[in-house]
Nanobody
Framework: QVQLVESGGGLVQAGDSLRLSCVGSGRSFSKSAMGWFRQGPGKEREFAAV????????YYADSVKGRFTISRDNAKNTVYLQMYSLKPEDTAVYYC????????????????WGQGTQVTVSS
């Protein structure tokens, strides 16, 4: 079992930066690939970024590549999503999720989810 709690969301202006955090608990956290997903108003949940259990491997959606950076600190059971140059289209509820094994991008492949944190980017 892995429990996940996100924080760091808020209201920002276009061009601003924001860092999301996801704190995990449970014995499997350090062996889990961790992903960030987002769900905008009226949209399906979509993949944003993922990091391997060791932190050595990362992968990004094209829509965030070059603007977002995912990282993790297993000593703190925390995964981060640093977001730069935010755009209004980044507005969404952001979720972190965990899965055992290789990094993947499909939401159904993830076993554990946090409750989400709202990010709103005004133009």
């Amino acid at each position: 079992q892995v429990q996940l709690v996100e924080s760091g969301g808020g209201l920002v202006q276009a061009g601003d930066s924001l860092r999301l955090s996801c704190v995990g608990s449970g014995r499997s956290f350090s062996k889990s690939a961790m992903g960030w997903f987002r769900q905008g108003p009226g949209k399906e949940r979509e993949f944003a970024a993922v990091v391997s259990w060791s932190g050595a491997g990362t992968y990004y959606a094209d829509s965030v590549k070059g603007r977002f950076t995912i990282s993790r600190d297993n000593a703190k059971n925390t995964v981060y999503l640093q977001m730069y140059s935010l755009k209004p289209e980044d507005t969404a509820v952001y979720y972190c999720a965990a899965k055992v094994g290789i990094i993947e991008t499909a939401p159904p492949r993830y076993d554990y989810w946090g409750q989400g944190t709202q990010v709103t980017v005004s133009s």
